[in-house]
T-cell receptor, first 112, second 113 residues
Framework: KAGVTQTPRYLIKTRGQQVTLSCSPI?????VSWYQQTPGQGLQFLFE???????NKGNFPGRFSGRQFSNSRSEMNVSTLELGDSALYLC???????????FGPGTRLTVT | DAKTTQPPSMDCAEGRAANLPCNHS???????VYWYRQIHSQGPQYIIH???NNETNEMASLIITEDRKSSTLILPHATLRDTAVYYC??????????????FGSGTRLQVQP
């Protein structure tokens, strides 16, 4: 079974721009969560989606948003990019909420 | 969230068992212990989880003390490919506010040839 896929793998953006990252969960998985990883803050939870609805949200500003489609694929968007948004963005999928999460390889975003 | 305490680093000889400890003295009754690892620049990899009984799968064994205040992840025959940062996470799957995985600093395991 194919794992979690994330696109693009690498991205360079300029301050003030916006970016959209995509995540395709493992087939049959209906819950998708997003995490941000930086050297200073480590791995931090962004949000969780299930059945196209946001079910849980971490402590991030409103510039970070996401959505989930009917096929469980998910996107996250960051508007008005700041230098501090440079990070590895990780998507994880699970069969249902509360089950073990399987991570994708991540999208490395660099903001200049 | 129940916090976890792990040693920052450990070494293990290739072919030997690697025993990674974790303290979670404030764990509550409905919280599970999860272990993940992250090899440099890759996404975290799920290893194993348990509630109160010892668990074993093809990757590792998880030993949880009877009072559930600590646990040990055992990699029975460590290989060089097991070099990674290992995260012990306590998670409540019933409580929405505590369902997300909360990663600490983890233990950096270096397997030596």
């Amino acid at each position: 079974k194919a794992g979690v896929t994330q696109t693009p793998r690498y991205l360079i953006k300029t301050r003030g721009q916006q970016v959209t990252l995509s995540c395709s969960p493992i087939s049959g998985h209906r819950s998708v969560s997003w995490y941000q990883q930086t050297p200073g803050q480590g791995l931090q939870f962004l949000f969780e989606y299930f059945s196209e609805t946001q079910r849980n949200k971490g402590n991030f500003p409103g510039r970070f948003s996401g959505r989930q489609f009917s096929n469980s694929r998910s996107e996250m968007n960051v508007s008005t990019l700041e230098l501090g948004d440079s990070a590895l963005y990780l998507c994880a999928s699970s069969v249902e909420m509360g089950y073990e999460q399987y991570f994708g390889p991540g999208t490395r975003l660099t903001v200049t | 969230d129940a916090k976890t305490t792990q040693p920052p680093s450990m070494d293990c000889a290739e072919g030997r068992a690697a025993n990674l400890p974790c303290n979670h003295s404030t764990i509550s009754g409905n919280e599970y212990v999860y272990w993940y690892r992250q090899i440099h620049s890759q996404g975290p990899q799920y290893i194993i989880h348990g509630l109160k009984n010892n668990e074993t799968n093809e990757m590792a064994s998880l030993i949880i003390t009877e009072d559930r205040k600590s646990s040990t992840l055992i990699l029975p025959h460590a290989t060089l490919r097991d070099t990674a940062v290992y995260y012990c996470i306590v998670r409540s799957i019933l409580d929405t506010g505590r369902r997300a995985l909360t990663f600490g600093s983890g233990t950096r395991l270096q397997v030596q040839p």
